[in-house]
Nanobody, 124 residues
Framework: QGQLVESGGGLVQAGGSLRLSCAAS????????MGWFRQAPGKEREFVAA????????YSTDSVKGRFTISRDNAKNTVYLQMNSLKPEDTAVYYC?????????????????WGQGTQVTVSS
């Protein structure tokens, strides 16, 4: 139910860019706040960025501010994460998630649906 599918991950050199996409099937994302999280080996899953239903409210963690941008296209049922100036410490599996709430939220417990993740590897 409510499958989310991430794509766009890969291997990139430090300073490079990637754009992740999260496409939803079986449900429309227009009524969900959407978020991106990441999990590096041996670490807990952490919040990266979130966007409200309307797209008017965006929240991101300090370590990615000025480098990562979350956006959404409700007509395409897709959420994006544009990642610029990538650093080796950005290496992780990136997950897309949907929350049954109108506002953007960094709280992992408020997300109801998750994708399977896409690997991002940044080499130095």
């Amino acid at each position: 139910q409510g499958q989310l599918v991430e794509s766009g991950g890969g291997l990139v050199q430090a300073g490079g860019s990637l754009r992740l996409s999260c496409a939803a099937s079986e449900r429309t994302i227009s009524q969900y706040a959407m978020g991106w999280f990441r999990q590096a080996p041996g670490k807990e899953r952490e919040f990266v960025a979130a966007i409200s239903v309307s797209g008017g409210s965006i929240y991101s963690t300090d370590s990615v501010k000025g480098r990562f941008t979350i956006s959404r296209d409700n007509a395409k049922n897709t959420v994006y994460l544009q990642m610029n100036s990538l650093k080796p410490e950005d290496t992780a599996v990136y997950y897309c998630a949907a929350a049954r709430a109108p506002f953007s939220t960094p709280l992992i417990g408020q997300y109801d649906y998750w994708g399977q993740g896409t690997q991002v590897t940044v080499s130095s």
